[in-house]
């Protein structure tokens, strides 16, 4: 599940929600490998999921605008790591 998770991190990153991706990628529960491929850090992700969890839904229980706005800011940016992946992908041909 969290390795389609992962996939899928990449594809809402090219609509503009990169915050996912971050948060899970600083916390470890994504890395990079030597060779440029991302995995998932399967003895991290739960509990960075479950922490990524908690901030966001706390932040609209709370209706706080400002702890949204910190949290976009700080994750909602397309990293090196996240551009060069995206610049990677883009070179895929899909067939219809």
Not at 63 to 92: F, H, N
């Amino acid at each position: 599940m969290y390795v389609s998770f992962l996939a899928g991190c990449f594809r809402s990153v090219r609509f503009g929600q990169a915050l996912q991706f971050n948060w899970l990628f600083e916390k470890g529960a994504f890395f990079q490998d030597s060779d440029g491929t991302f995995s998932v850090n399967f003895s991290k992700v739960e509990g960075a999921v479950e922490r990524l969890s908690r901030e966001i839904l706390t932040i609209q229980a709370r209706g706080d605008k400002a702890a949204a706005g910190c949290l976009l800011e700080k994750y909602g940016t397309v990293t090196p790591p996240l551009r060069a992946a995206l610049q990677k992908l883009e070179s895929i041909q899909v067939e219809l």
